[in-house]
């Protein structure tokens, strides 16, 4: 029977006297390093033209921000790309990234990841997935819900990809990489958008869309999509019933509050008028007895967030940024609501002459409250709330100017379920000159079990204790289940990382990255599955990511791609995850300008077999028309997955060949 | 579905306050007060400017040298307009070397961002708000069009020809193409090449002493 607790009351009183005394002297130091009085752009704004024509201009490094950057393996993926790719969802854009494995499991979850261990429902995944900053990565099942993860990809400006430790700029759990999606900001979408989508997989999408400026410093916008999803198919041909539909509105306001500060606000809301999903349930109390359920999950959610500006793009400045989410999904595994609210500050400096120091704080605080009755997933407590703590330190410095640069930084992390941790990390970079950069890394990041992991109790199945032991049944019925531990300690690795980008002409770029990632403490399922989770897991995983780009001509681009990847888990754990990601992906995409008014775009993707979930491997082609027949709309028809009827990606649906056609009109005020 | 479970958290009082106090006094640093300069004289040195940068304050001295016609200006006030056609970090370097200078000639100067990026399709004069680009475009005193926005738009040049707005590029042949000041790099340094016929027909006045500083073109517009 469920064991009643308390939960702990850790020491939060003196950790936010502790937060807040760190942020005022944040804001102090700050204030006093302002970007409108930085001594060099008052020079240069003062400079005659003849003073300004004898200045020896920087090639190499460029804006500062690029010196704040430091070189990891990033991939950005333009707001351009995004609509040349005939993706209609974050998740399935994520596909673009050289490295990163995304399968379909049903009409609204997907497994992705980057760099292996990628995740199941019985393990977690090890990337953090932000929306301009605000964490859509679910803590309580370590786990992503993409269905929920639905920005209007009009409004999308572009989304990075950090594959490997987030270094010490991203919040805990970031050790195989973070996704950032970013928003574009008011002023970029100002005017009146209409969008209609029809296909045969996904039969409507409307978009609707107000832009404008509000007075001479500030512009808003306000937002509305409705989608439906229809249903896949099994690999037997039956629906999985999973149809469903989303209505999702939101808003965002940007401000020019002074020449150098900026304000932004944010919000959407959301809830799933359909949610349809067909399970097969463990009957309780019956030896090994499944009962099919068919129904409509529950699923809403809503947002805001805030941020104030200072200096961005400049070497002195900082920014405030304080978010509260609210997430409810109930369904016929397991409910749960979760609020989260944070506050993160941090500033960068240049100082000395070649020095440039960021540092930040950051409180993320979580509450949830599950279903105690499960039936499959439950938690005890049901409810809790906890916080978590990161004040983070790092610093760039141009050992060689224009040529080598080193950035050493660390993180240190307080969870309340696992107490206090450091996250190191150091990077190298050098630029023998402006068309090559060679760089090396080294970090430590963790993660942080779970609620799941800790407090969690995953009935797989009910079973006779007689039949299971071999004897004769004697009526003594047992659960099967995966539960938590709580004396689970963060997992830890260390990445060595060893990258090169090289622009051979302005039309070229080619870039490789190596790495090996040692885990140790790896938070798995028991050998047999049933049981405790266990940090006694060990392993390595190393890979290759390469990409390049050629501009052929002036109409036509192409992009190709290609990783590989061996993981290997050692240790008195369930070793499943060796054999759950595919080795080999590769991947081609054309973009051809056909004169001013067309484009004809296309994709192919091939992904190796995933032994561990009986996937072949699979070769998929999309093929995109865009017209645009004035200069205010424009036409999309795409052919995805055209190679063949269906196939699986992961363990559940067959992904169809389907057609899609979108229209989109900007219309005058 | 869910059996009532109390739960209270319950504000730490304390901790609370202690953050509050913090936002309060980040808050207060927002207004722009010319904040006491803590860092020791010393570290005022050299950090080499990035090229936007040094764009941006050519840009003020084409300003400072350019006469426009009293019409332009609503009141005596009123300040000069920026509009910079580019990605967003364009536009923030341009507003950050604008704030360190002051005033210009006595006047505010305001910079407006028309977003557009390299290579896309949602180029200002193409799909969105082209007639409100132009128009805010038309109302400003200098147009920077940077390359982050790609080529230069035919149609932006010809709808400007003739209006008392200052054409400045960094895309190559700018002046060629009919446009008044063009930044070009001459081994790793920033010049800039005028045309003084474009300038003339808008009719502004160029002070001479910045022409003797340019590579003219003569070019006719296309």
């Known amino acids: 029977m469920p064991r009643q607790r308390t939960v702990p009351t850790r020491a939060t009183r003196p950790l936010a006297a502790a937060l807040a005394i760190v942020l005022a002297l944040g804001a102090a130091s700050a204030g006093a390093a302002d970007g409108a009085t930085d001594p060099n752009l008052r020079e240069l704004a003062t400079s005659s033209l003849e003073q300004l024509m004898d200045i020896k201009v920087s090639t190499v490094t460029g804006a500062p921000q690029s010196r704040l950057a430091s070189p990891a393996a990033v991939y950005v993926i333009s707001g351009d790309d995004l609509r040349r790719s005939g993706h209609r969802s974050v998740v399935e854009a994520l596909r673009l990234v050289p490295g990163m494995y995304v399968g379909q499991v049903n009409a609204s979850s997907w497994v992705a990841g980057t760099r292996g261990l990628t995740g199941s429902t019985i393990t977690s995944n090890r990337y953090l997935v932000l929306i301009d900053g605000r964490l859509v990565y679910d803590p309580l099942v370590s786990a992503t819900f993409w269905d929920t993860v639905d920005t209007p990809l009009e409004d999308v400006d572009r989304i990075e990809v950090i594959r490997g430790p987030g270094a010490t700029l991203w919040g805990a759990n970031a050790m195989n990489g973070v996704i950032n999606i970013v928003t574009k900001s008011a002023e970029a979408t100002i005017g009146d958008l209409v969008q209609l989508g029809t296909g045969d997989q996904d039969p409507l999408g409307v978009l609707l869309r107000h832009g404008a400026t509000a007075g001479t410093d500030a512009s808003y916008r306000v937002w509305m999509k409705y989608d439906r999803h229809g249903d896949y198919e099994a690999m037997d041909g039956n629906s999985l019933h999973d149809d469903w539909s989303n209505l999702h509105g939101g808003f965002r306001y940007d401000r020019q509050v002074d020449p150098s500060t900026t304000l932004t606000v944010m919000g959407d809301a959301y809830i799933h008028p359909d949610a349809g999903e067909s399970l097969l349930l463990p009957v309780p109390g019956r030896d090994r007895e499944t009962e099919r359920v068919t129904g409509d999950a529950h699923v809403t959610g809503a947002n805001l967030l805030l941020r104030l500006n200072r200096g961005f793009g400049t070497p002195d400045g900082w920014r405030l940024r304080a978010y509260y989410d609210e997430t409810t999904r109930n369904d016929f595994r397991f409910g749960a609501q979760r609020q989260t609210a944070d506050l993160d500050l941090r500033a960068w400096n240049h100082w000395g002459e070649r020095q440039d120091l960021m540092w930040g704080a950051e409180l993320l605080w979580t509450r949830d409250r599950t279903r105690p009755e499960g039936p499959v997933l439950s938690f005890d407590p049901d409810a809790r709330a906890w916080s978590q703590a990161n004040v983070f330190v790092q610093n760039t410095s141009e050992l060689v100017k224009d040529r080598l640069s080193l950035m050493l930084g660390s993180k240190f992390t307080w969870h309340e379920f696992t107490g206090f941790d450091v996250q190191p990390s150091a990077r190298l970079w050098w630029t023998p000159d402006a068309r090559k950069t060679l760089w090396a890394a080294v970090s430590r990041p963790v993660r942080m079990p779970s609620r799941f992991e800790v407090d969690g109790r995953l009935v797989l199945g009910y079973a006779d204790l007689g039949a299971l032991l071999g004897r004769p049944p004697n009526g003594i019925i047992v659960p099967l289940e995966v539960t938590g531990d709580e004396d689970l300690r963060n997992e830890r690795m260390v990445a060595w990382e060893l990258g090169y980008r090289f622009q051979p002409s302005s039309r070229w770029l080619i870039e490789a990255s190596l790495f090996q990632n040692d885990y140790q403490r790896l938070i798995e399922p028991a050998p047999t599955i049933i049981g405790a989770f266990t940090d006694a897991g060990s392993g390595r995983t190393r890979g290759v990511e390469l990409n390049a780009s050629a501009q052929v001509t002036d109409a036509w681009r192409v992009e190709g791609g290609y990783s590989w990847l061996d993981v290997a888990i050692d240790g008195p754990v369930y070793q499943f995850e060796e054999n759950s990601s595919p080795k080999h992906m590769a991947q081609l995409h054309s973009y051809l300008d056909l004169g001013n008014r067309f484009e004809l775009n296309g994709a192919l993707y091939h992904v190796d077999r995933i032994e561990q979930l009986a996937v072949p491997a699979y070769t998929r082609m999309d093929l995109g028309f865009t017209w645009y027949p004035g200069s205010r709309a424009r036409i999309s028809l795409w052919g995805q997955n055209l190679l063949d009827a269906g196939h699986a990606e992961g363990s559940g649906a067959v992904v169809p060949r389907n057609l899609y056609l979108q229209l989109s009109f900007d219309l005058a005020h | ?222």
């Open chain 2, 1 to 222: 579905m869910r059996t009532e479970h109390a739960l209270r958290w319950r504000l730490r009082g304390k901790g609370v306050l202690a953050l509050a106090a913090a936002l309060l006094s980040v808050g207060g640093g927002v207004a722009p007060a010319r904040a006491v300069e803590a860092r020791p004289a010393a570290s005022a040195a050299t950090r080499a400017p990035s090229e936007d940068e040094v764009a941006a304050a050519f840009l003020l001295n084409f300003l400072r040298y350019t006469d426009w016609p009293p019409r332009t200006f609503a009141t005596a006030d009123a300040p000069f307009v920026i509009a910079v056609v580019g990605n967003e970090a364009v536009a923030t370097h341009v507003r950050a070397v604008v704030a360190a200078a002051g005033r210009i000639n006595g006047r505010n100067v305001e910079v407006r961002w028309i977003p557009s990026a390299r290579g896309t399709r949602a180029a200002p004069f193409d799909s969105l708000p082209d007639r409100e680009n132009l128009s805010q475009l038309r109302r400003s005193h200098l147009a920077f069009f940077h390359s982050s926005a790609g080529d230069v738009p035919a149609q932006a040049l010809s709808d400007l020809w003739g209006q008392p707005v200052l054409t400045v590029s960094d895309v190559p042949d700018f002046t060629r193409a009919g446009g008044m000041l063009g930044l070009v790099r001459v081994s790793g340094r920033i010049a800039f090449e005028a045309n003084p016929v474009a300038i003339r027909n808008a009719r502004l006045m160029l002070s001479a002493k910045v022409l003797k500083l340019a590579r003219l073109t003569g070019g006719p517009r296309s």
